[in-house]
């Protein structure tokens, strides 16, 4: 097995990577994500920007990574908040200049409040800018400005870039094929993520609240230093057909289904992942046969991953299959071809099947190349999520199938064979969810082995 390469190593050769593309009359120019508030004077928990992250891995706010390839003096460069005894007291410890040089592989790097200073200097001459436009408004207007600063001086022998390119068209199409260090965090994120739902179906009861299930996800996210990808969505009855549905203060009721839409972030890279179970560990006969075709939808799109199929081959797959079971289950009437092709089935399955999946849940990364759908290479990670949704008052529908609503999610790696699916740490089986749920939660076991007479737990041990 080949040792993932350290961190220092994983950002330094991105850095090169990036730095070949662009040529070495280049400058790149990526600031780090600000600090939102949330409220009053209250700020959100600090999530530094993915591009800015994939390139320097620094955590900090108020930060600006340049790239300058060929640069005799140095090629990398931080611009970094410096140190503060003081204002660290408050809000934690920050590397500084040093720390950016001497831990995060800095070339050089300057104080922050320098930057109008220096940077400039570094876009002299220079044809080429790399910059993402739109992300941060205020940033950008800093950025123009220092390039027409440059261009009120051209007279004097400053001459300022001539062009301005999309820095995450290039950087980007990195990010979208994972290197083995990633993947490793990738499997670890999937690992977290599958064993939350794990837990979140042994707890399920009925008369429990969805907020208490979206508890029981979140905290075996933080027990192993991860956190939420995304706001989870618990939604059970007919909060199962909301799409996005994340108020999760409903009762579990006896007899009715829950969605469980919940992925972890472990180290900046994410997991999400659909579950779909009975809220009393049972299915009924009808969303046993709702499950089933997701569940087949499921299978048959995961099958199509793999090298050389194009991007929209899974989700054709899905549809055919899900088409084909909305017939079956007497919900579409109809030659199953043709409703497909009428996108009758939208009524019931309105999203598509999956979506890159990285350092953003929703990843970087082009589906298209011109007019084609892109073509599937290994390193790509996506999402693979068949549902459907059959929310109560829909017309022509009975009523027993009304209020179910189901999908499975799983993330799935593009590998040199097929396809690695990240995410079956987490039964989908509708069988092995049953099973599943009628096992005793795991309190009740450690409680069950204490109450046993000393003798017996000898015995047992022995055993």
Known sequence: MIKPASPAEEFARRRSALMRLMGRDAIAIVPAAPVRRRNNDVDYAYRQDSDFHYLTGFGEPESVAVLVPGREQAEYILFVRERDPVRETWDGRRAGPAGARRTYGAHDAFPI???????PGLMENRAKV????????????????????????????RHPPQEFVALDQVLHELRLFKSRTELELMREAARIGAQAHVRAMRFCRPGRMEYELM??????????????SYYPIVGSGPNSCILHYNENDQPLRDGEVVLIDAGCEYECYASDITRTFPVNGRFSPEQRAVYDVVHEANLAAIAKVRPGNHWNEPHEAAVRVVTQGLVRLGLLKGRPAKLERDGAYRRFFMHRTGHWLGMDVHDVGDYKVGDAWRVLEPGMVLTIEPGIYIPRGARGVPKRFQGIGVRIEDDVLVTRSGAEVLTDGVPKDADQIEALMAEPPEDAKRAAVRALPRAGRGRRARA
């Open 215 to 228: 508890a029981e996800i979140v905290h075996e996210f933080r027990r192993h230093g991860a956190d939420t």
């Open 113 to 119: 409040t320098d930057i109008d200073e220096i940077l």
């Open 130 to 157: 790399f910059y993402t436009m739109g992300i941060y408004p205020e940033f950008d207007q800093r950025v123009v400005g220092w390039v027409n600063g440059l261009r009120t001086q051209a007279r004097n022998g």
